[in-house]
Structure formats: structure tokens, C-alpha cells
């Protein structure tokens, strides 16, 4: 799902990449890939249109961070976090 507000874009992943290691290996599936081949197909096109972009992923099933921008790195792709605007408690 896309998500656009103030001319900012951000891209929710979803179901099609699961953990963030499937940036780094897109080819990578995960026992709720049914059709695995589609799957990495679809995961190599997603990171590949985000990559160098400014558009935000939202990694719906990643661990802390979960936001961030995609970096093409070694024949895959990596998140580089966003910063959180949040100030810690007592911070």
C-alpha cells in the first residue's frame, strides 16, 4: 500500500517482504510464500523501485526499525532507518 501526505511518499510492504534480511537476499522466502518464485520476483521489483528513492518503506513484520530508506548494497538492497522524531522519556 502506498501512502502519500505533503508530497512525501512512503510504500507499506506488507505481506511481500517478511523480515528484513530479504532486502539483503529478496530471493529469501518465507513458509507463507506460496508461489516462492513470484514471491522473489515481486520482492526484487519493489526494492528495486524504492532503491536511491525518497520514498519511505514501512516494513509491517520487521523488528524496530521498521522505517526506512532502501540502499542497493553488495547485489541486494538494505534499509537505512529513518529517524523516529521521538525523544525518549527523561531525554
Avoid: K, W
Amino acid at each position: 500500500m502506498e501512502l502519500s501526505s505533503r508530497g512525501e511518499t512512503a510504500l507499506v510492504t506488507g505481506d511481500s517482504i517478511h523480515h528484513p534480511v530479504q532486502m539483503a537476499h529478496p530471493e529469501l522466502c518465507s513458509c507463507v510464500d506460496v508461489a516462492p518464485e513470484l514471491a522473489a520476483r515481486t520482492r526484487n521489483q519493489v526494492l528495486g523501485s524504492l532503491a536511491g528513492t525518497s520514498t519511505l518503506l514501512l516494513g509491517s513484520h520487521f523488528p524496530p526499525p521498521t522505517a526506512g530508506h532502501v540502499l542497493r548494497e553488495d547485489g541486494g538492497y538494505r534499509l537505512v532507518p529513518a529517524p523516529s522524531g521521538v525523544t525518549p522519556i527523561g531525554g
